[in-house]
């Protein structure tokens, strides 16, 4: 499952917090999933937590373009390009 899918999750969840009378095991395990992601995505595109959008999608084009496995010989890149 990757960060965006959790965070999507976690929305929804949060998003009935009203309506759900108490937490159930798949809840407490949603969290648990997101403290495993420790992902600084700032740093893996190589910019101050700080940067503008235009930054990031500056750093986040040439990182995807440098990672591409149909641009790179690296046998690594396709997983790289995942992340």
Same mark, same amino acid.
């Given at each position: 499952?990757?960060? !965006?899918?959790? !965070?999507?999750v976690?929305?929804?969840?949060?998003?009935?917090y009203g309506t759900v009378l108490a937490w159930d095991n798949i809840?407490? #395990?949603l969290f648990d999933l997101v403290e495993d992601v420790r992902t600084n995505f700032y #740093?893996? !595109?190589g910019v101050p937590q700080d940067a503008s959008a235009?930054?990031?999608?500056?750093?986040?084009r040439k990182l995807s373009l440098h990672l591409h496995p149909d641009r790179?010989?690296?046998?690594t890149s #396709? #997983?790289?390009?995942r992340q």
């Open positions: 499952m990757n960060a !965006l899918n959790i !965070l999507i976690i929305y929804i969840s949060i998003s009935h809840d407490l #395990e #740093e893996v !595109l235009a930054e990031i999608r500056r750093a986040y790179s010989d690296d046998p #396709e #997983e790289k390009f």
